[in-house]
C-alpha cells in the first residue's frame, strides 16, 4: 500500500507538472499581446525583444478609440447584441429539441438524432453558398437576420443537452405526469431548473463561436457602413489597414478577448459543473 500510494503521489505530481506547462504554453500568446499593446512602438522595434516594457503606454488604446476608420466599442457592441440574441433563441430550439429527444418517445427518435448527429459532419464551407442564396431570398442580405438565424438549428448544442437530460431521473417525469403536468410543464418545471449548468455551458460556447465568426459575417455584412460589421471583421481591417502597426493591432485583440474572459470568470463554476456532468449519464 505506500508503495502504491508513493506511485499515486508522483503521478499527481507529473500530471501537475505537466498542465502547468500545457497552461503556460496557452498563456504566452496573450501575455505576449498584452505586453506589445502597452509598449511604445520603439520598444516594440527594440532588439532584442523583451517581453517586460521598458516604458508603459496607453497610447495605443487611446488611438484605437479616437480613430475614425476604426470604431471598436461600435463592433464590439455589435457583436454583443447579434452573439446575445443568437444565443438566447438557439438555447431555445436546442433545449427543446434536446427534450424531445431525450424525455418523449416516438417513432424513429434515435434515427432522427442520428441522422441529425451524421450532418455535423458536414463542413460548414459546403452550405455557404446555398446560405448566401437563402439570404439573399429573405431580403436579408446586409442585415443582422443573417447573422443571428443562420445557425439555430446547430445539433452540437442540442446533443450536450440531451446527453444532460438523458442523467435525469426518470421516476421525477413519471411523477410529474402522474400529477397532471403536461410535456411543457414538465420542461419549464423539472427540466430547466435541473439543467442550469448544462444550459450555461452550452450558452457559453454558441455565444463564443457567434462572437469568433469571422467568414459569414464577411459574406453577408457588405456595404460603405463600417459601423455596422462585426467585431472580428472589423479587427481584420484594422490588421489590414495598420499591418505595421503592431501595438494598436495587438491592442484591438486584447480587446477583443476582455468580454468572453469577464464571462467566463463569473460563470466558471457553472461551466466546470455543466462540463463535467453532461457526460454522466
Not at 431570398?137 to 443582422?144: A, K, L, T
Request: glycine share 8%; net charge positive; with cysteine.
Amino acid at each position: 500500500m505506500p508503495a502504491l500510494k508513493v506511485v499515486e503521489s508522483r503521478r499527481k505530481k507529473v500530471s501537475f507538472i505537466i498542465l502547468i506547462f500545457a497552461c503556460l504554453l496557452w498563456l504566452l500568446p496573450i501575455i505576449w499581446g498584452v505586453s506589445t499593446s502597452l509598449k511604445t512602438d520603439q520598444d516594440i522595434s527594440r532588439n532584442p525583444i523583451s517581453l517586460i516594457p521598458k516604458e508603459f503606454t496607453l497610447n495605443h488604446f487611446k488611438g484605437l478609440l479616437t480613430k475614425v476608420d476604426t470604431p471598436v466599442l461600435k463592433w464590439m457592441l455589435n457583436s454583443f447584441i447579434i452573439a446575445s440574441v443568437h444565443t438566447i433563441l438557439f438555447l431555445i430550439v436546442a433545449s427543446l429539441a434536446a427534450y424531445a429527444f431525450s424525455i418523449l418517445k416516438f417513432k424513429g427518435r434515435d434515427k432522427i438524432f442520428w441522422i441529425l448527429i451524421g450532418t455535423s459532419m458536414i463542413p460548414n464551407v459546403i452550405n455557404l453558398v446555398p446560405l448566401v442564396t437563402m439570404m439573399i431570398d429573405f431580403n436579408w442580405f446586409g442585415s443582422w437576420l443573417a447573422l443571428i438565424v443562420p445557425g439555430l438549428g446547430g445539433v452540437f448544442g442540442m446533443f450536450l443537452l440531451r446527453q444532460f437530460f438523458l442523467g435525469i431521473p426518470r421516476e421525477l417525469i413519471d411523477s410529474a405526469k402522474i400529477d397532471g403536468l403536461g410535456n411543457f410543464g414538465i420542461f419549464f418545471h423539472i427540466v430547466l431548473p435541473l439543467s442550469k449548468s448544462a444550459i450555461l455551458v452550452t450558452g457559453l460556447f454558441t455565444f463564443m463561436g457567434n462572437w469568433n465568426d469571422y467568414l459569414w459575417p464577411l459574406v453577408v455584412m457588405t456595404g460603405e457602413d463600417i459601423s455596422r460589421q462585426t467585431l472580428p471583421v472589423g479587427l481584420s481591417k484594422i490588421a489590414g489597414t495598420y499591418n505595421y502597426d503592431y501595438g494598436l493591432t495587438m491592442a484591438a485583440a486584447i480587446l477583443s478577448i476582455i468580454p468572453v474572459v469577464i464571462i467566463y470568470a463569473i460563470t466558471q463554476d457553472k461551466i466546470i459543473e455543466g462540463v463535467s456532468r453532461t457526460g454522466i449519464k
